[in-house]
């Protein structure tokens, strides 16, 4: 059995690249761009008014002059205008080019406006509300960089600089793996000696907030299908997340059912709770990864979180992102454990405080609902209230 601290090691260190794909933009939220992305003109294009109101030239107002005729108008979206006297004024919508001869625009709130002649009410400043074209981003610029993950946000970059499609790197293939006679579909009614799939349920779930589609199989407690259900998956997918099969009873046939498949173990059980029988391993063949975690609904939604996610993020080019939380009661980790421990994080004074969540072991499903992550206590450690801790988020922080 070996540390947690020397797991997450050994996972990260066996990331793998899945290549790189070119998708259209509508499908490319939740990915990592593969390519840097330029800017196909300057940022604005042009100068903008950046409100409603009236275009001038500040020298009108250097000369004393304090109202002005209505010359015409200037809408979004329509060639540029030009001013032909600088002791008029060109009416001008948000958005709209600011026409030649004028730098300054005036809103409306600070106009007064009677029969198309315009007097200004307030102080006036030369080049005011004008969004000057390239102060964003010049043309031949960098606007987005390779590895950046897409999100809304970027999704407007890429559509403003024309990227009807996208160059980012590939998603891995991904089954989900369930064992045990114990389970059945969401839609039959349990016996009693029965329960319903939740694990593959949870971890389609979670894959989804990845933009990753998962399938699913179950297999039943047999040693023979085992073997061939997982040679099959081996071949098809990138990586295997399975629940269950890997501890110690007599029908866990995993462990040996890789061995006789030539995968590679890297390790099998982690000094941690819950998810202390997790199994990691790559197949030589393949080079499929396999996620083995057990089969209690803690252990399986604590390890994704705690080994998975980081291991996808490293393996896409995403940084690791860390938080620490302060914990808001005293908690001794009496046990050679290191124990991750469901917790409820709430900002409170820019602080993020953690109130732990003691659920009722590793089958206890409904407490993950009561949480939003869980708190990494290590070994043999008395943790006072205001202690700081690692947090693995696996909802959003509110």
Known sequence: MITYDKAK????????????????????IGHVLAEDVFADRDFPPFNRATKDGVAINYAALEKGIQSFPIQAI??????????????????????????????????YEHLEIEEDLVKLLKPVKKGQNIHIQGSDEAKGTIVLNKGTKIEAAEIGVLASVGKIEVLVKKMPKIVLVSTGDELVDVSETPRLHQIRKSNSHTLKAALLN???????????????????????????????????????????????????????KIFHR?????????????????????????????STFANYHIYFKPWLNLSLGLPE????????????????????????????????????????????????????GFVLLEPNKIYEAGAAVPFFSTRTIL
């Open 321 to 372: 992102s860390e938080i620490t939380v302060i914990l808001n009661e005293r908690f001794e980790n009496n046990t050679d454990l290191t124990r991750f421990i469901r917790a409820k994080v709430k900002m409170d004074s820019a602080k993020l405080i953690a109130s732990l969540v003691l659920g009722n072991g590793s089958g206890d499903l409904t407490s993950l609902t009561k949480a939003n």
């Open 270 to 298: 982690v000094k941690q709770r819950p998810g202390k029988p997790f199994w990691f391993g790559k197949h030589k063949e393949t080079n499929t990864t396999i996620f083995a975690f057990p089969g209690n609904p803690a």
């Open 74 to 107: 200037a809408a979004a979206g329509s060639p540029q205008k030009e001013l032909k006297s600088s002791d008029k004024c060109i009416e001008i919508m948000t958005g709209a080019v600011v026409p030649t001869n004028t730098d300054t625009v005036v809103m």
């Open 210 to 264: 990845e933009t990753i589609v998962a399938n699913a199989i179950h297999i039943a407690d047999d040693k023979e299908t085992t073997k061939s259900e997982i040679l099959e998956a081996l071949k098809q997918n990138d990586v295997l997340l399975l629940s269950g099969g890997v501890s110690k009873g007599k029908y866990d046939y995993l462990p040996k059912v890789f061995e006789e498949l030539g995968v590679k």
């Open 9 to 28: 090691e050994l996972v990260l260190a066996n990331i793998q690249d899945f290549g790189i794909q070119k998708i259209s933009l509508d499908k490319a």
